[in-house]
């Protein structure tokens, strides 16, 4: 994913809330919004390089999106949209072969998925989810215990069963 605001490091102070964290950008303390809602706890530690979009706006509260954090060696995704901008992108690119219909936030029976579309005459539903936890290398989904996510593995199951792809 490509950002057409400037993209400046900043070191991670705290988190008040999930959607705001205080980071020290080129030496003073910025309000910043994060992007990511998750608990993010083992990311989000007092002292690590994050990475924040400028998003000079007269219209907004916060002058920039913490969009990435240093972890070892490791640079994570912090934003959430960004998956499935990419995820979008590889499918209009063939990444699962030809599709046709792709359709985003697709509502079927009780759940809301990320795409929707036709492969091989089949309708499919398809949930895109970044990774917000890493610990000893290993990335994983998700932080957090998930009623939401819970329920997507669950509808998604039975729409397989009912010959959904």
Not at 20 to 38: P, S
Not at 129 to 140: A, F, H, M, R, Y
Not at 146 to 157: A, C, I, N, P, Y
Request: with cysteine; aromatic share 8%.
């Amino acid at each position: 994913m490509t950002y057409s605001q400037a993209i400046i490091p900043g070191k991670f102070l705290t988190r008040p809330n999930r959607f705001l964290a205080h980071v020290e950008i080129q030496g003073q303390m910025h309000i910043c919004h994060v992007k990511n809602t998750g608990r993010c706890r083992e990311l989000l530690t007092p002292g690590a390089t994050v990475y924040c979009a400028d998003c000079l706006s007269d219209i907004r509260k916060t002058r920039y999106d913490l969009i990435a954090v240093e972890k070892g060696s490791r640079l994570i995704n912090m934003d959430s949209q960004a998956p499935n901008a990419a995820v979008a992108r590889w499918l209009r690119q063939g990444g699962l072969g030809p599709i046709r219909e792709l359709k985003p936030e697709t509502t079927f029976g009780n759940s809301r998925f990320d795409f929707s579309f036709v492969k091989d005459g089949k309708l499919c539903f398809m949930e895109v989810k970044g990774v917000t936890l890493e610990n000893d290398g290993v990335c994983s989904f998700p932080d957090a215990p998930t009623v939401r996510g819970t329920r997507h593995v669950q509808e998604l199951t039975r729409l397989k069963e009912l010959g959904y792809g």
